[in-house]
């Protein structure tokens, strides 16, 4: 299989050589085939080297027709910049993505790589994925796609997306499997320390960072839901407590959020949830009635559905802060 990346001004060279790498072990797991399984090449829309965030210098070849699959790194982007003015830079690179596609190559991304799919309109009618800082602002761009935040990794006719850096190894390891078998792929992954079967960045959210458009009304409908945390949700105390009916309560806080005062608590219930799984050893018990849940199984469910793991796994896994 002959695979592409794409080089261009500003990209992130991590999410380069980390998935390349990767495809040349799985090349030499697979020893004994008469020819390497995959084929890689560095490409650019133009054969000058390219100059990657940091300052980088990477020689490239010019992007060609010879291949089968093309991948589009990220590359260094603030949460609070507009892309727009960088995307403009980078329209030989939309061409060629858009070239690509139209003859048939498969197309994928890492991370904000995604934006330049959509500059090329391959995210129109296609579900897709970013990482989730900038999940809301991709959906905003490109309101054809369909924008999975919560997944790794999303494959929709021939388009694929994947999350935030890192998951350029999940993405060449889906490659290997796909291309190679479960076999080489597991044995790949084990050798590199590469995540086998991480399937949902929803583990990694930091509903924090999370940009928001609140007004006043609902920050101050938030805190105090949030300062309440412990107590039993009451839809009619809250709307007593700004003097409003229980109607114009759920119509304007839901208007100014998208969502219902005992939505938002419930993402703060596990987002407080995740803290203490992640720095204390409370048992869940205690954790439950920090936050005002008083059944175990409801709040494992709602855990699990809103994170993608249970709370034991969670604790394992991020122990301390750190991932495992």
């Known amino acids: 299989m002959r695979v592409g990346v794409l080089a261009y001004e500003g990209c992130l060279a991590a999410e380069i050589f980390v998935f390349t790498d990767l495809l040349l072990i799985a090349n030499r797991v697979a020893d004994g085939a008469p020819a390497d399984p995959f084929e890689v090449s560095v490409i650019a829309a133009s054969g000058t080297p390219v100059v990657a ?13 010879d291949i089968d699959h093309l991948v589009v790194p990220g590359f260094d982007l603030v949460p609070s910049e507009d892309p727009t003015t960088r995307l403009s830079l980078w329209d030989r690179e939309i061409e060629l993505i858009r070239a690509c596609e ?3 190559v498969r197309v994928s991304s890492v991370c904000v790589g995604a934006y330049l799919l959509g500059e090329a309109g391959l995210l129109d009618g296609r579900r897709c994925t970013t990482s989730w800082l900038y999940g809301a602002d991709l959906a905003s761009r490109y309101p054809g796609a369909t924008v999975r935040t919560d997944s790794l990794i999303v494959q929709d006719a021939g388009v694929t997306t994947t999350a935030a850096f890192t998951a350029a190894l999940d993405l060449a390891t889906a490659l290997v499997r796909e291309h190679l078998g479960d076999n080489i792929a597991r044995t790949t992954a084990r050798i590199t320390l590469a995540p086998e079967n991480r399937t949902s960045q929803s583990p990694y959210i930091v509903d924090s960072m999370l940009p928001v458009n609140h007004t006043q009304f609902a920050d101050d409908v938030g805190s105090w839901l949030v300062e309440r945390m412990a107590e039993p949700y009451d839809l009619n105390l809250l709307s007593d407590a700004f003097h409003l009916s229980t109607r114009t309560m759920l119509r304007k806080f839901k208007d100014e959020t998208g969502e219902s005062p005992r939505s938002y608590l419930q993402r703060a219930r596990i987002r407080k949830a995740k803290r203490l799984l992640e720095s204390t050893d409370w048992s869940l018990g205690k954790i439950l009635g920090h936050i005002g849940y008083q059944d175990p199984g409801t709040f494992r469910r709602l855990f699990t559905d809103r994170v993608g793991i249970s709370p034991a796994d969670y604790r394992k896994r991020f122990r301390k802060g750190g991932a495992g």
């Open 53 to 65: 965030a940091g300052g980088f210098s990477l020689g490239v070849q010019e992007g060609h027709h």
């Open 102 to 104: 139209a003859r048939g």
